[in-house]
DNA sequence: TGAACGGATGAATCCTACA
DNA sequence: ATGTAGGATTCATCCGTTC
C-alpha cells in the first residue's frame, strides 16, 4: 500500500507534462472520446501517462482512475514449468526462462495471481475499452477462461505464428511455433475501436486473419544489457505490438502494459502517437524501458491519419512492409519521373502531397494521374541511395525474407 | 443409467468380430503392446472395436473398460447455447444466455459437462495414451484449463490455419481463420507415442510445426443428406484427422471418438488401419458414419509401414562390434578432425590417448572434449583406406548383417 | 567489397532402457 | 521406485571473421 501511495503522490506532479506531445485531434477528439461513460464511473483525475510506475502491478492498478484506458496490452508471466536444463544437439545449453516471477506454486496460485490482476485492468478500462493478453500452451487456457468468467466478452484469439521459432531438440513434440493473444471487450457491450478498414486496406485488400506471422525479436532490435547479453528473456517483436495498437485504438489513445519489461509497447504507442502508461515491478528493466522510449521518434501526424470512412472504400496494399521495416512511415513515395508525390502512412495508406487524398497506393496513384485504376506496385517508386525502385521490390525483399514460412 | 446398461449389453455380442480385420503386426505387435499397464486398471473385457454406440457419451464411456484406447479424439460441442447437454448439475435446465449471470450459469454447466467427459475420456485411456481436443475461442480455454486441472500434460497447442476461412461479414474482428487443437498426455510421465521421424520425413525433412494449414472440408468429401444439405454442421476434413492419426498412433492402436458426429476419425482410422471406437447421441449422423466407413478401402500395408527411427532400433554395444570383429582390439579412434585419439580395447571399452581415462566410447568422448555428455557413435571415427567413417557405419553393418537393419 | 563460413541463440513444461 | 548410463536430437536468423 506504501508504494502505491507514494507512486500516486509522486506521479500527480509530472501528469500535466508527458513526455511528448499528446496527439493532435486529427481524428478523434482527445478529451472524453469514445462513447458514453457511465457517470461515476471514470474519475478526472489527471493520468500518468507516458510514465513508467515501478511497483506491484495489481496495486498500482488499482491506484489508477477506474475507466481510463483504451487498451490494455498484457504480457503477463507464462508459468512455465520447466525440468532439468535442456541442451541443444551440439551440446550448448538452452537459456530458459528460470526467473523467479515466472515461478507460482501451483495452477490455483496462477489463478488467482491471474483473476486479481484481470480484476485490476478490467477496472481501468474504459466501458468500451478492449484487452490484449498474450500467452502460451502453459497459461493462456487459465487466463482465456478466467476472462470470460469475470465478464469480458473474447473478440478473436489470435495466433502470432513466429517465422524464426526454436527447435524442438529432443524430437519428442511438435515445434512450439506460436504464441497466442486474446483480444476481449470490457464486456459484450462494448462499442470498442477496430479499424476494420484500414487494416484491410494494408492486407492487399484482403481481411486480416486471425494468425499473424511475424519473425521473433532479435538482432539490432533486442535490447541488450551491458554485457551483450539479452535484457529481458521476453522481448516481444515491435512489429507484433503495432498491428495491435494500430487494429484497436486511435492516435491519442491511451495504451496501459501492466508487465511492461522492456517497454516495447510504450515504444511502439509513442511511434504511433499513442500514450502509454507502463507498469512494471524491476527498476533494471524501467531504466532500460525509458531509455528506449526516449530514442524513439514519433511518426508525422500525416501518417497517422484516421482512414477514411469505409464508404470511401480505400484501395490500399502493404502494411506488412510498413510493420516490417521495409518502408517507413513518413516515407515519400514517388512516380517513375519524380512528378507525383505521396507520403506512406503507418496504417499502409498513403495520402498524395498537395492534396487532401488518402488511400490504397493504387487508388492515390490511379487518382495522381486522373486515371481509373493503377498498380500501385509499379507506380510507386522510393529512392534508395539516390536511385529509384519500384515499391513491389520491397514486396519482394520482404516475401524473400518470409521464405517459405510464408506459404 | 438405463441407456448405459443398454449400450454396453448391446456391445458385448459383437466385440469379437471388428468389421474390418485389424492390423497386421507390421511395427508393432497388436497384444499388450505399448508399455506396462498397472495391474487392475485395465479390464480383460473385449473392445467394441469398429463400431459406433449410440447414447450419452459420458455414459457410454464410463461402461468401456478403462485403461484400453490410445488415442481419444474429442471435438466436442462449441456452443454454450447448444441447449440439451448443457444441464446444471442438478439437472436443471440452463436458461438463455442474456446477462452475466446467465452468462455464470451458462459457463459453470459448461464447465461441468466438459469435466465430466474429460474425466470419463481420461479414464478410458491407457496410461500412456494421449488425447487431441479441438475447439474455437468460445470453448477452448474451458477444455484447456480443465484438462490442467485434472492432470493432462499438455503437449502442444496446435493451430488449424484455415486455407479457406469464412470472412467475417460485419467487419468487425479479425476474420476467424483457424481452431485450435490441444495435445495432451494422460499425465506428466506418459510415455506417449509420436513418431516424430515420420513427420519430418514427410514435410521436408523439417519437423513439424505446431501450425498446420488444411482447407476446410468442403466439396465431395462433405456428407450431403437427401436435399444436398450437409449433413453436420461441423465435419472436419479428413487431412487433419489423418495427420492426428499418424502423429500419434501405431497401425492397429485404438482411437476413441466421443463426439462421433459424421464419422471422420472412423473414416481416417479404417483407411490408416487404426481401429476406432465411435460414441454419438443421434442415430441419423451414426448411420451416415457406418456407410462412409463402410466405403472407405484400409491402405495397402507397405503404406504404412514406419520409416526406420534410430530411436526404436535395437540397441547394439559397442564391445558386439569388437566381439563380432567389426573392430580390432588395439585399432585407433579419433574424432572427426583428428584431434583426438584413443585405443580400441578387447571389452569394448576405449582408453584416451595419452591419459590414463578408460570407459565407453561414450564417457571417453565427453572426457575428450570437457564435455558434460557425447554421442560417441558419431564421434569417433575409424579410418578405412584413407577415408575417415563416424563408427556409427559400423554399427549399421552389424544391424544389417544381423537383419534388423530392415525395421 | 563481397561471398563463405562458423558460432550463437530464441517464453521449452524436450529421453529411456536397464540395473 | 530410483539411479545410472547409453545415446539421440535443431531451424531460422543474425553477426563476426575469414578468404
Redesign the pocket.
Known sequence: MRSVAKGAAGRTARLCRPEYPAIAPLAAPPAAPRGAVPAGAVSDRALPLNEILIGDTIAQMAALPAGSVDLVFA?????????????????????????HW?QFESFAAYDAFTRAWLLAARRALKPNGTMFV??????IFRVGALMQDLGFWILNDIVWR????????????F??AH?TLIWAARSADSKYTFNYEALKAGNEDVQVRSDWLF????????LKDEK???LH????PEALLARVLLSSTKPGDVVLDP?F?SGTTGAVAKRLRRSFIGIEREETYAEAARARIAAVEPLPEEALVAPPSAREAPRVAFSALVERGFVTPGAELTDAKGRFRAVVRADGTISLADSPNVGSIHRVGALAQGAEACNGWTFWHVEEEGRRHPIDILRARLRA?????AE
Open positions: 504480457d503477463p508471466p507464462y508459468n512455465l514449468q520447466l525440468g532439468g536444463e535442456l541442451k541443444r544437439p551440439d551440446e550448448s545449453r538452452v537459456d530458459a526462462v528460470d526467473d515466472d498474450i500467452g502460451s500452451y502453459h497459461n513466429k517465422a524464426n521459432p526454436m527447435p524442438n531438440f529432443r524430437g519428442r513434440r515445434t512450439n504464441e519473425p521473433l525479436c532479435t538482432g539490432q532490435e533486442r551483450g547479453r539479452k528473456p521476453t522481448q516481444k508487465f519489461g525474407e518470409m521464405g517459405i514460412a
